[in-house]
């Protein structure tokens, strides 16, 4: 799913108006009447305490009309004008006047926070003050009723964005935006959802379609897409009936060191699960054992020393090569990295103290092979880009970052980032329960076991991303999120590629129909 900027949906909203022929307020009745009827599908006409919230501008014009179809279907709807300025939008005028026609309960001007309704817990907010076009800043009254609607807790339905909340920058002022339980976005998601400091401001979200222009949909490039089982199903590489082991690639993950040669037994095995013929690892001689007698399918090479890296020889030709889980930092593996990177011409993915070396010894990043995936967690981003102002900034550096070394960029957290040049690929997958040690380190194995496959190295970064995710979504229900760990994201790699074929089941109502038919 693409993931739209505010200036491409309003290029969008105008050109489905000339090719299609209708006006703005025909959109924005179109716009509404998706709103009312998301409403009416789960309210069944109930009559609890609906509080609509309209602003002067188009998103407020979308709440008239929700308010007024509302109002027509006998629901308990109190409308109210959020009046913050004494400009309004052509669209807000004439959905106002048709609510003044439809019902004798006109909506109540609000002018000051000395006019703040009662609202009770068990009532409805719906949030239409503020649209995506937002560009004044919250007058100290209106960030009271915000106020007052947290102070409520009342649940709030917010229409197309929470109200306060830009679509392309992060809020100076947490009171000014309005909490969300669910949030109506028009046509497309944005990129605000998916941000650790901007995802807050609504619990839940979902996509109304409300009829943009299918070729304009189709064919604009976004920044940024949401990646979800539609997106990797035509990633994914069917098997041939007699294929062996050497069709599937040979993988070889360098790490390890004294206490940390689980990191490179859980991305040996992430390698080997997601479908990666052969895996080989390289580490101290400590790990030798631990390894072959946990896991037995691995090969073995082992370093000089017995406790870390400081030498990398190998005679073996992998396809691709995992550096860094659990490698640690001292100068002998920094050195052997170097001299490493020097000779290597095979395609590289690098995780954790990888790229902590790399942040230590910058130069280094100009010896990675083209299309080298780096997959940091936050800190250790910091560590490459250097500090940044807020999500956006992350972003912008971290393109910035891919485009100077021509490398792909995971940036994991609770909405993994794939950044490759301008571009932006959003993982829908994943849950809490993945923050834990080691699923990282699944991560990298799973990455490279794709490459392995012969899947470039975009299409590995997004799909193993989905497939980690997944994984983990499957699982959770089952284990819960505190008793999660790493391993448990491997038992869930064949649950992840089942579901990618798996067909929703009919719903039971419409399978009691056909029997009655019957």
Known sequence: MKIFSKEQIYEGDALTSKKQGITSTELMERAGTQIFNWLHLRMQGAQVPIHIFCGIGNNGGDGLVVARHLI???????????????????????NYERIKSTTKDWPLLLNDAK?????????IIVDAIFGIGLNRPIVTWVKQLFNHFRDTKAFVLSIDVPSGLETDAVPKDEECVVNAGYTLSFQTPKLVFFLPETAKYTVQWEVLDIGIDPEYLFTTPT??????????????????KYSHKGHFGHALVIGGSYGKIGAVTLASRGVLTIGAGK???????????????????????????????????????PDVVAFGVGAGTDTKTMSAFEAFLKTNTKPLVIDADGINILAKKKTLLKLLPENTVLTPHP?????????????????????????????????KGANT?????????????GNPSLATAGTGDVLTGMITGLIAQGYDALAASIFGVYLHGKSADLLVEELGYQSFIASHVIEGIPLAYLDLFKQPEPPQVEEANEKEKK
Not at 85 to 93: G, V, W
Not at 380 to 389: C, D, P
Request: proline fraction near 4%; hydrophobic fraction near 35%.
């Open 223 to 240: 920044e940024a897409d949401l990646i979800g089982k539609n997106e990797v199903l035509p990633i994914y590489k069917p098997r041939e």
């Open 115 to 123: 006019e703040l309704p009662e609202i009770d817990e068990k009532d």
């Open 417 to 429: 980032i794939t950044v490759y040049g301008d571009k932006l690929y959003v993982n829908a997958t």
């Open 379 to 411: 800190k250790e981003l910091e560590g490459l880009i250097g500090k940044w102002t807020d999500d956006f900034d992350k972003l912008k550096k971290t393109k910035a970052l891919s485009k100077k070394y021509k490398c792909i960029v995971v940036i």
């Open 279 to 317: 895996v080989t690892a390289y580490m101290p001689k400590c790990g030798y054992i631990p390894l072959q007698s946990s896991f037995p399918e691995a090969m073995v090479i082992t370093d000089i020393d017995d406790e870390k890296l400081t030498k990398i020889d190998f005679k073996i030709e």
């Open 72 to 94: 027509t279907h006998g629901y308990n709807v109190k409308t109210y004008i959020v009046n913050y300025s004494k400009t309004r939008s052509k669209d807000f005028l004439v």
